[in-house]
Antibody, heavy 121, light 107 residues
Framework: EVQLVESGGGLVQPGGSLRLSCAVS????????MDWVRQAPGKGLEWVGR??????????QYAASVKGRFTISRDDSKNSLYLQMNSLNIEDTAVYYC????????????WGQGTLVTVSS | DIQMTQSPSSLSASVGDRVTITCRAS??????LAWFQQKPGKAPKSLIY???SLQSGVPSKFSGSGSGTDFTLTISRLQPEDFATYYC?????????FGQGTKVEIK
């Protein structure tokens, strides 16, 4: 059974940093692209970024709103995905979801339950 | 960036109704279109990919169609568990983008 479990969310001050983790199981992480998607309170879904699979040399892609501040990484040996968030601002307050990308068709096939990040003074 | 526009933003329907939600892309995306269902306080759930393919385990009352710029999600015979918010999403090009959502409420 595919499972994605995020952790690391919490309250952080503007300008601060936070690192989210996503523990995966039920599949071989290195075979898959993995993404982060966020949802501000009461708002819609916003794509944050992607790390490609091992065969695609783990290259990354980011939304303009987080580029240069957020970094996606992974440790396939630990079955984990990470999102390092720096220079956080109030607009980054959201539930952050870890999402698996299907090996065929490249759509989002499994989502984690999400972790809430609140940026506030 | 490709803008995804859903209509309507919300709708009221009764159990047993047939419901159709539309999604329009600001430029052609072939069939690189997915649909998700989200219930309050829960993560989104994949329903449809490649515009019309049903994700494994999703009941056949959900169906998708379209190509290019215009897409639809249809729910036949609406059931109480189907009341939720539905999002379309394009994965043809970066940045990946979502529609604003369509909230399906009980009439």
């Amino acid at each position: 059974e595919v499972q994605l479990v995020e952790s690391g969310g919490g309250l952080v001050q503007p300008g601060g940093s936070l690192r989210l983790s996503c523990a995966v199981s039920g599949f071989t992480l290195s075979d898959h692209y993995m993404d982060w998607v966020r949802q501000a309170p009461g708002k819609g879904l916003e794509w944050v970024g992607r790390t490609r699979s091992k065969v695609n040399t783990y290259t990354t892609q980011y939304a303009a709103s987080v580029k240069g501040r957020f970094t996606i990484s992974r440790d396939d040996s630990k079955n984990s995905l990470y999102l390092q968030m720096n220079s956080l601002n109030i607009e980054d307050t959201a539930v952050y979801y870890c999402v698996r990308v299907s090996q065929t068709y490249y759509f989002f096939d499994y989502w984690g339950q999400g972790t809430l990040v609140t940026v506030s003074s | 960036d490709i803008q995804m526009t859903q209509s309507p933003s919300s709708l009221s329907a009764s159990v047993g109704d047939r419901v159709t939600i539309t999604c329009r892309a600001s430029q052609g995306i072939s069939n690189s279109l997915a649909w998700f269902q989200q219930k309050p306080g829960k993560a989104p759930k994949s329903l449809i990919y490649a515009a019309s393919s049903l994700q494994s385990g999703v009941p056949s009352k959900f169906s998708g169609s379209g190509s290019g710029t215009d897409f639809t999600l249809t729910i036949s015979r609406l059931q109480p568990e189907d009341f939720a918010t539905y999002y379309c999403q394009q994965y043809a090009s970066y940045p990946l983008t979502f529609g604003q959502g369509t909230k399906v409420e009980i009439k």
